[in-house]
């Protein structure tokens, strides 16, 4: 290990990174003086704290697995694979690569991701106009979430009649087609035309959603009672970044008494 050395890294400098937990990468040049082969193995972040004596970073070694023939130059990008839940702030000290040793500042950004489940959530308004849903929050970032979503947000009526219904019907059932057709975002969208707003309220208030957390909130709609029993409505509710989906339909129409027709007075059958 000792015929080793970073290019363009020299002892005395620091080098600085800055960027969201998971997206964190070291490019690293090492040149081997030697005829022999050299091997490295791993890093160690163990030494590099938050404000230089906080909590360590990363205590498991990173794996490097790199080889560099004699009198060679070898070249990668070490990822850091920090926990998504890493707190903010600048991080600093010093990374070991088997016998080197670098001093190393990381500002690690905020990073808000929020994950709602279910997506979307469907409501049967055949079951009263005052349901109560379950809904999932995980905090996949870095920073402590605040989770409100009462208020009133606009419900929109899904036209039966748009012109995209008909987009999907060529695929038929080739479900290699429709995994193609999400992954790129061609799926038909429907159309929405405004049509009220709808009331929601948590149960039990705001809560606090800590980083790498997940809980279930207890959700209370309002609809509005001009829904109609054939229709599909949609709602989204902003939470952070990410969306709360609620899709309102009936199940069960009302029951609809048809009259037959009255034969003329003096026809015969």
């Given at each position: 290990m000792g015929?080793?050395?970073l290019v363009d890294w020299p002892a005395e400098r620091t080098l600085s990174l800055a960027g969201s937990a998971g997206n964190l990468r070291i490019p690293l040049t090492l040149r081997n003086a030697?005829?022999?082969?050299?091997?490295?193995?791993?890093?160690?972040?163990?030494?590099?704290?938050?404000a230089g004596a906080g909590a360590s970073l990363r205590l498991a070694p990173l794996a490097v697995q790199m080889q560099i023939p004699g009198h060679g130059v070898g070249r990668t990008h070490l990822?850091?694979?920090?926990?998504?839940?890493?707190p903010p702030g600048r991080y600093e000290g010093r990374i070991k690569l088997g016998d080197l040793v670098r001093t190393l500042a990381i500002d690690v950004l905020p990073d808000v991701?929020?994950?709602?489940?279910?997506?979307?959530?469907?409501?049967?308004?055949?079951?009263?106009l005052a349901p109560v849903v379950a809904v999932s929050f995980e905090n996949r970032g870095n920073v402590p979430l605040t989770i409100d979503v009462s208020g009133h947000y606009p419900l929109a009526e899904e036209s039966p009649v748009s012109p995209d219904r008909l987009d999907g019907a060529a695929d038929g059932d080739n479900p290699l087609a429709k995994i193609f057709d999400k992954l790129i975002g061609r799926e038909p969208q429907p159309v929405l035309i405004p049509f009220g707003t709808l009331?929601?309220?948590?149960?039990?208030?705001?809560?606090?959603?800590?980083?790498?957390?997940?809980?279930?909130?207890?959700?209370?709609?309002?609809?509005?009672?001009?829904?109609?029993?054939?229709?599909?409505?949609?709602?989204?509710a902003p939470v952070y970044a990410s969306d709360l989906h609620i899709v309102v339909v009936t199940a069960a129409k009302p029951l609809v008494?048809?009259?037959?027709?009255?034969?003329?007075?003096?026809?015969s059958a």
């Open positions: 015929a080793l050395d030697s005829d022999q082969p050299a091997h490295l193995a791993e890093a160690s972040l163990a030494e590099v704290r938050l990822r850091l694979r920090l926990d998504p839940a890493t991701k929020l994950n709602v489940r279910p997506s979307p959530i469907v409501v049967d308004a055949g079951g009263g009331e929601m309220s948590m149960l039990g208030g705001p809560l606090a959603l800590e980083p790498g957390a997940t809980l279930v909130a207890t959700v209370e709609l309002k609809l509005p009672a001009t829904l109609s029993p054939s229709a599909r409505y949609h709602t989204f008494m048809v009259r037959s027709a009255r034969k003329p007075t003096g026809t």
